[in-house]
């Protein structure tokens, strides 16, 4: 797996599991609208990565995956912020969902500068790191941690969602060994 | 009036039972079945069905998700994208290996009961 794939995944992963020093949180642990920031944040970041990969990729199993992300992903949006309308809850921006986005801006740049078959290459390679990252940071952080009880059941509704997007993008990820 | 004797009686109801069982029998072979298959949790539920040849398949989408239902090998029929909480019926008449197009690795099988 590319050296930045490998990076992005440990950022994720990292700034979840322990928050940022440089904001000062007086906790780790993260609030229910954090998480609900969080959830939304994650998936908008895979969303902008399946766009990328419309545009750039010529490669059908490439295209037809990112619609796939982009449907799917936005989907659970709509879920995220039907039930944070429901309990009244607006998502509160943290630095675990702002290093989320910076992160993800900069494997942008990288995933950018790539074309053809690296582009490919690089983008499921992305896919698969980034949805095991999200995986673990929904199982081991999130699902235990959400207070609400609709907000703790909607995270464990996605997991199956993002487990089989991770074994659907590892089949792609065969084709650009 | 003919009196039947004992054994005679017997072998009448003998015949006459073997006689229904096997129209019970061919019965419920003339009349399809409909058999559910939800989709839930990105899976087929069950994702092996056994059924009769004639009989109708319902698919029903549980998930938040849209789905379809595509005949995998030859790709001869799909049901086309199927939104949340909408469903779609086909009669199967072979053994089957469909899948989900949007989602590849979902994956179920139909198999005719002779």
Known sequence: MKAYCKLFACSVLYFVFNGTNSYAQQSSKLSDPEIASVAVTANQIDIDAAKLAKEKSKDQDIIKFAETMINDHQAVINQAVALVKKLNVTPKDNATSQKMSADAANTKKILQSKSGKDFNKAYIDNEVAYHKAVIDAVQNVLIPQAQNAELKQLLQDIMPALKTHLEHAEMIQKNFQ | ?114
Not at chain 2, 20 to 48: G, R, S, T
Not at chain 2, 82 to 94: D, E, H, P, Q, Y
């Open chain 2, 1 to 114: 009036m003919i009196k039947l004797n004992r054994d005679v009686k017997n072998y009448v109801i003998l015949l006459s039972l073997l006689f229904f069982n096997n129209c019970n029998f061919d019965v419920q072979k003339d009349h399809p079945k409909l058999y559910v298959i939800e989709i839930k949790q990105m899976q087929f539920q069950p994702a092996l069905l056994k059924v009769h040849a004639g009989d109708t398949i319902e698919w029903v989408n549980h998930d938040f998700v849209t789905h379809d239902v595509t005949e995998e090998t030859n790709k001869d029929w799909s049901s086309s994208p199927l939104a949340a909480g909408t469903s779609w019926r086909m009669v199967i008449n072979k053994n089957t290996d469909y899948y989900c197009s949007i989602h590849q690795v979902m994956k179920g099988k139909l198999v005719i009961d002779r």
